[in-house]
């Protein structure tokens, strides 16, 4: 059953988990001038589907259709990392978040030192070619992450203080800051907004547990959907008509890597709920790459244009070749062995229909393949999703929304691997 608000008030700080935040986002931008490679501003044709990707730190764009690579290269000192966070509605100005040289590293603890490291959040104009720096005023903290845009003038940010995380509703430009959770009860992230606009979906890692929970766009009237210390609940997201949510649960005792899960439904009243998956089908924290090039996050199913569950389901008996080591303490974030001989299975992405349960595969890799990371364009015609195989780094690959003509697109910067494709919007 849901419960209404009561929050333990215990400090939490970081936990394994605890950066690995979905974006839905957008901003407003001013002018400065960064350049894309090959390609001045203002000069980007507008084909019918477009998809951003990362690599090595950086961010890139193409057409679906493999033409059109294009490197947004930022003439802005000090930053090392660049990552998309989401978009305008109107579907040309681009949220972006951008990192200086990482605190943490050997001999300096990840929970204790990443926070420390200063971070930026920009608006670029895919159009103009403009940057602008936003969330500068009465800044709280070197840590912030931008978490969901609420309108063309509010946004719900992730800030650190004292390795403990907590979600304030701000102005873009950073001013006028109001609580949205509270400091002591638990890492907020994952958050989701309604088709409506009216109710924010989210999970909080909480001295109980993760939880899901669903509230109104200022934080009230907050209700729980799931929580319980034997689950972890991970990332709800909201249908296309808003008349449900789908989240994760990792039975992380059994699972401490928290590599498989299971999918939850619910209606946003925390009423008929009820698993999609059974026996921790999902693959829930990607691991990919080898000792030299190593990567990871976590995989969130996603929604169809249809109101149809997408997915990354593993075959039976699967385990990637990332080894968690439960023995010893996490100071990395990562904390695995490159086990490749122990490897086996693999992944596949699946559509599965909550009202009759039934399950479509879409891509049928075989033993060794691990698929990931899909999502459907915004026409609803093409899939993109990740492809690696054991002990190798990922690439973009596009497909038919029905599974057919599957195709690589890249596999990153120099061949170094690329992740977290998501569509740009058709305006």
């Not at 974006?23 to 501003?41: G, M």
């Not at 928290?258 to 009423?271: A, I």
């Not at 990607?286 to 244009?305: D, E, K, L, M, V």
């Not at 010893?328 to 596949?348: I, Q, S, V, W, Y």
Request: proline share 7%.
């Amino acid at each position: 059953m849901p419960a209404r608000d009561g929050s333990d008030r215990r400090t939490v700080r970081m936990s394994r988990r605890q950066f690995l935040a979905t974006t839905t986002l957008a901003s407003w931008a001013v002018a400065e001038s960064p350049r894309l490679a090959n390609c001045a501003p203002g000069e980007l044709e507008r084909p019918s589907a477009r998809f951003l990707f990362t690599s090595q730190g950086k961010t890139a764009m193409m057409n679906a259709d493999g033409s059109g690579l294009h490197w947004f290269r930022f003439d802005v000192p000090n930053q090392v990392t660049w990552q998309p966070c989401g978009f305008f509605a109107d579907g040309h100005r681009l949220l972006l978040l951008s990192m200086e040289p990482r605190r943490d590293g050997p001999g300096r603890p990840f929970a204790e030192y990443y926070h420390q490291t200063p971070t930026h959040v920009w608006v670029y104009d895919l159009e103009r070619g403009t940057l602008s720096e936003v969330a500068t005023r009465d800044r709280m903290a070197p840590f912030y992450t931008p978490q969901l845009l609420l309108n063309d003038h509010r946004i719900l940010m992730q800030v650190i203080r004292n390795g403990v995380g907590q979600i304030f509703s701000m102005n873009l430009d950073g001013s006028d800051a109001k609580t949205f959770t509270r400091a002591g009860e638990g890492m907020p992230y994952g958050l989701s907004l309604s088709p409506d606009g009216r109710r924010v979906a989210y999970h909080l890692a909480s001295p109980s547990g993760y939880q899901v929970w669903v509230s109104d766009t200022d934080g009230g009237h907050r209700l729980q959907l799931a929580g319980h210390p034997e689950h972890l609940y991970f990332c709800p997201c909201w249908s296309p008509d808003g008349k449900w949510l789908i989240f994760q649960d990792c039975l992380y005792k059994q699972d401490p890597g928290h590599d498989w899960s299971d999918l939850y439904l619910s209606r946003p009243d925390g009423s008929e709920q009820r698993l999609l998956t059974n026996g921790q089908a999902l693959w829930f924290a990607a691991t990919y790459g080898n000792p030299q090039n190593r990567g990871g996050g976590s995989n969130i199913p996603s929604w169809s244009h249809d109101g149809k569950v997408l997915c990354a389901r593993r075959l039976p008996g699967s385990k990637p070749a990332w080894e968690f080591q439960s023995q010893r303490p996490d100071t990395d974030h990562f904390n695995r062995d490159f086990k490749p001989e122990l490897a086996r299975g693999g992944t596949e992405i699946c559509r599965i229909d909550p009202s009759q349960g039934s399950v479509a595969r879409l891509t049928r890799p075989g033993e060794g393949i691990w698929d990931f990371r899909q999502s459907e364009s915004p026409d609803g015609r093409q899939m993109v999703f990740c492809r690696a195989k054991i002990g190798q780094l990922p690439a973009i690959w596009v497909m038919n929304a029905d599974g057919s003509h599957a195709r690589q697109m890249t596999q990153g910067l120099d061949g170094c691997g690329a992740d977290h494709p998501c569509w740009v919007p058709q305006g």
